[in-house]
């Protein structure tokens, strides 16, 4: 399975990322999944979020049920672009691909994984 992210939604969780430094971000990618392919093409912000710098989290009682997402994105402000223990925890809720941006938030210093925490490659159309 391929994963693939829109150009604008990668910039905006990117622009996110930046502006939330020195604390994490976080965004939800939704989009659609084919035989071959997931495509996030919609970022979603969640509600009543919070974050420091080494930890973000929300309230999941609050979001919309049907949102079709495929995905999360979340950055990594003091360390590297890798999942921790909390990280593996959401990617086994939420999605089959998960993207970590460490600083300085730009196109190259995003990794992906999928929801086993291996990383894996992705595309941007």
């Not at 992210?5 to 965004?27: D, K, R, T, W, Y």
Request: charged share 20%; proline share 6%.
């Amino acid at each position: 399975m391929k994963f693939t992210i829109s150009a604008e939604v990668l910039e905006s969780c990117l622009i996110g990322a930046q502006e939330s430094h020195p604390n994490e971000f976080l965004g939800l990618l939704a989009g659609s999944k084919g035989k071959e392919i997931i495509l996030a093409d919609r970022l979603y912000l969640a509600p009543l979020s919070y974050s420091d710098e080494g930890s973000v989290s929300f309230d999941e009682f609050n979001m919309p049920i049907a949102m079709g997402v495929v995905g999360t994105f979340h950055s990594h402000p003091t360390g590297p672009a890798l999942p921790s223990r909390a990280d593996l925890k959401l990617f086994s809720q939420k999605g089959a691909c998960h993207l970590i941006a460490s600083y300085p938030y730009k196109q190259a210093d995003v990794r992906c994984f999928d929801s086993k925490g291996k990383e894996v490659a992705f595309g941007i159309v």
